[in-house]
């Protein structure tokens, strides 16, 4: 599904964006990575905002990923002004680590989600055009790799994940450890698996879940870490 419409934001105004406010206002959390950054009305401006409305301001990095290239000059124009924003026109993970056209169809035949309002035929179908996309565009890849050796990062401090249909689930395969994992579409593959495998890792604890909202979503925080709750 991967392409240069510019889409409205969802991650705004809304019961989600409120949760995201509350951690990332509250917590000093300094590395912090969204993929799927559209064209940063939505979750980023949220994002971006709560940062600003801290009380302290330690030494934060956002790290922006979004692979649409329309999308990305737009995101990269809104907050050319503010040096904490890193803007990648990128995708998150290897062009092979993207699921099999088979893979795809045995979840829409087997796991019920909000996935199947749609054929199965375009399903497969936004799963090529995403990576096609990358192919013709010429977008880097493996992208969250890419950061953590560049900026030096073992752990994320807090990650978004809602990017591409069909990379949630390696996304978080690179970005476990980090103190918040805020996953959107749940009821979707997106991040069905994503949502599963945290619910049943015992080194994190769910701080919210929300099946109504959209196609769902969950935040959890890693045990270790004490969140301040204000």
Not at 35 to 59: C, M, P, W
Not at 110 to 136: A, G, H, P, V
Not at 192 to 209: A, G, P, Q, W
Request: net charge negative.
């Amino acid at each position: 599904m991967t392409n240069n419409n510019i889409i409205p934001p969802e991650i705004y105004n809304d019961e989600f964006s409120e949760d995201l406010i509350k951690i990332i206002k509250n917590n000093d959390l300094n590395h912090i990575l969204e993929i799927g950054s559209s064209n940063g009305e939505g979750s980023t401006t949220v994002i971006v905002k709560a940062i600003l409305n801290r009380s302290f301001f330690s030494d934060v990095n956002l790290f922006c990923l979004e692979a649409s290239v329309e999308r990305f000059k737009s995101l990269k124009k809104r907050f050319q002004d503010f040096s904490f924003v890193k803007c990648f026109n990128s995708s998150s993970i290897k062009l092979e680590e993207f699921p099999s056209d088979e893979k795809i169809k045995n979840f829409y035949k087997n796991i019920k989600t909000n996935l199947n309002k749609f054929s199965e035929q375009t399903i497969i179908s936004w799963l090529n055009d995403d990576k096609n996309y990358i192919i013709q565009n010429n977008i880097k890849t493996n992208e969250i790799e890419n950061i953590k050796k560049n900026s030096k990062i073992q752990n994320f401090d807090f990650v978004l994940i809602d990017g591409s249909e069909f990379t949630g689930e390696v996304e978080l395969s690179k970005v476990i450890g980090s103190k918040f994992i805020a996953l959107d579409d749940i009821k979707t593959y997106k991040n069905y698996f994503s949502h599963k495998t945290l619910m049943e890792n015992k080194d994190y604890s769910v701080l919210k879940i929300n099946t109504r909202l959209r196609n769902g979503y969950s935040i959890f925080k890693l045990n270790e870490y004490f969140e301040i709750d204000e």
